[in-house]
């Protein structure tokens, strides 16, 4: 069975910030392209940052215009996780983070909020 599993949400204040977390289960995150996304209420599900599998001999990453240069999605290997760094943030940023594995439809994490104050 797949499980993905989020942490590291919480309240901070604009221009602070924080690390999430996403652990997997039940499959080998280097094998898979890794995505987070974030929601916030009566919006559609938005992309933010993606990390590819290792099967290449590259690993890209790729973002969103909006967290370009404040966000940096990483993977570690040994802990079978998947992180996303987040500084300066923004009130903008305030929403539930997901993460995704492989792009599929299939194996989302149950999220974890992030609040950014003024």
């Known amino acids: 069975q797949v499980q993905l599993v989020e942490s590291g949400g919480g309240l901070v204040q604009a221009g602070d910030s924080l690390r999430l977390s996403c652990a997997v289960f039940g499959r080998t995150v280097s094998n898979y392209d890794m995505n987070w996304y974030r929601q916030t209420p009566g919006k559609e599900r938005e992309f933010v940052a993606a990390i590819t599998s290792t099967r290449g001999r590259i690993t890209y990453t790729n973002y969103a215009d909006s967290v370009k240069g404040r966000f940096t999605i990483s993977r570690d290997n040994a802990k079978n996780t998947v992180y996303l760094r987040m500084t300066s943030l923004k009130q903008e940023d305030t929403a539930i983070y997901y993460c995704?594995?492989?792009?599929?439809?299939?194996?989302w994490g149950q999220g974890t909020q992030v609040t950014v104050s003024s």
């Open positions: 995704n594995l492989g792009g599929s439809d299939d194996y």
